[in-house]
């Protein structure tokens, strides 16, 4: 919070900081400069809000803070910012965007985390069904083969029976004309 | 017509008759499963290992009586075969 409030004085700062520069200059630039001071006001504050935009973008990229070109006509000692709260406000701004950056990072791993568990807790039940199914399908085969085989032997069994009973009344007949013929 | 035997004629005629329909069925059926299995395709390749296992893994215990009936019917055909000579 205490950064937040700093912060905002220096954007403030910044914005309001031109326009006391104008105004103060505005007995040497004699008639005529309450309109040129309002204007470099205005003007002054909109570019100190450029400048902080171009300032945060940069330091989310990740890329250098390049040092912001004044313009000729309005380049002043006094409307310069002093060197030290330069870098104040841009170790600001980097800490708060390194601070978002890790909680966003740290949201988006915990989120990832979560969905590979789901994906891991979701195919190792397709591979148990799988595994099951499987199961029961050779289970299944097993027992149509047995039942197969069984059916067969059943066949050759019924036809073995009529051939001894065959072989059996070969017998008798062969045993009976033996008989009667003395 | 001296010597003709109605019941030893239909017993040698059901005895060819029986016997070649068994063995051109039994050779038809064979001729099947070896088109069946035969030939370089990776699903025949794959089918003739799981025959393999098939046959591996084939237990006795199920059809145990099934196989003791047919040994105990053989035997007496052959017994009775036996007899048939001496008679």
Redesign the interface.
Known sequence: MSNGRREHGERSEAGGGPARAGGARRPVSGPGGAATGSAGGVRGFLRGVRDLTREVVAIARGQPVEPIEEDDEQASPAQSPPPEKASWKVNVLHAATERLRGAADEYIAAKLDEIEARVDAKLGEIEQRIDEKMLDLHRQ??EA??RE??HR??L??IT??F??L???L??G???A??YWAG | MDGF?L?AFY?TT?FLFLGTYTLLLTISSVWQVVRLLAGPERHKEFLRTYVSY?LL???IR??RG??L??AA??A??GV??Y??TL?
């Open positions: 085969l097993r083969r047995d085989l069984r032997l059943r050759l069994k073995l029976l051939t001894v065959v072989a059996v070969s017998l007949y062969k045993l004309i033996k | 035997d019941f017993r059901l098939q893994t084939m237990r199920p059809v099934e196989l009936q047919i019917l053989v007496l055909l009775v075969g007899l048939h008679v």
